[in-house]
């Protein structure tokens, strides 16, 4: 069984470029969040999918970050224009629907803002 | 509002010695509690999950407490091995799915 998938691996970008991050979840899992590492920092939580509906985005910092899910299996996470500060690890995490406890992890996708 | 402490930030061990990780949080209304192992480039790993009502988990040389009354867990690593470098995560689940994450100890064990 192929596991939550994250591309690109490393992506470097100039200030107020656009970055589009993909996840790709394990098939069945409903659920999909979305995590960042800031440098030095704790993971915190962005957002989370339920199928394509978005269940909680209390965690996305403001309103140049975009989150998507059409048709309930991939996700794309855009930050528009992006920031010095929006450097760091994006991890994404797929669950089944009733186990939403049960994470699994992709490798994360690695952003700097130059 | 829940935050998640973890203390050491960075340890480092000879092989072969029994080691524990702290995490601290400050809210004890929580789901469970969640330890994670990271290497460099991968994504985290679970290593144990421990439901409120629980008191600790074990699995192989990995043993989890949780004191949910005084907001603490444990790790506890028995015979660490070079294998066991890596960086560990203390997470807590909150209401409406959220997850909260500690900053990590980052674990190094010579060999």
């Known amino acids: 069984e192929a596991g939550v998938t994250q591309f690109p691996s490393h992506s470097v970008i100039e200030k107020g470029q656009t970055v589009t991050l993909r996840c790709d979840p394990i098939?069945?899992?409903?659920?999909l969040y979305w995590y960042r590492r800031v440098m030095g920092k704790e993971i915190k939580f962005l957002l989370h999918?339920?199928?394509?509906?978005?269940?909680?985005e209390s965690g996305m910092p403001n309103n140049r970050f975009l989150a998507e899910r059409t048709g309930g299996t991939y996700s794309t996470l855009k930050v528009q224009p992006a920031e010095l500060e929006d450097s760091g690890v994006y991890f994404c995490?797929?669950?089944?629907?009733?186990?939403?406890?049960?994470?699994?992890f992709g490798p994360g996708t690695r952003l700097t803002v130059t | 509002k829940q935050e998640v402490t973890q203390i050491p930030a960075a340890l480092s061990v000879p092989e072969g010695e029994n080691l524990v990780l702290n995490c601290s949080f400050t809210d004890s209304a929580i789901y469970n509690l969640q330890w994670f192992r990271q290497d460099p480039g991968k994504g985290l790993t679970s290593l144990l999950l421990?439901?409120?009502?629980?008191r600790e988990q074990t699995s192989g040389r990995l043993n989890a407490s949780l004191d949910k009354s005084s907001g603490r867990s444990t790790l506890y690593i028995a015979a660490s091995q070079p294998g066991d470098s890596a960086t560990y995560l203390c997470?807590?689940?909150?209401?409406?799915?959220?997850?909260?994450f500690g900053a990590g100890t980052r674990l190094f064990v010579k060999a």
């Open positions: 421990i439901q409120s009502s629980q």
């Open positions: 995490a797929s669950s089944q629907l009733d186990r939403e406890w049960e994470q699994y």
């Open positions: 999918f339920v199928k394509e509906s978005k269940q909680d």
């Open positions: 997470a807590v689940h909150t209401g409406g799915f959220k997850t909260i």
């Open positions: 098939s069945g899992h409903d659920n």
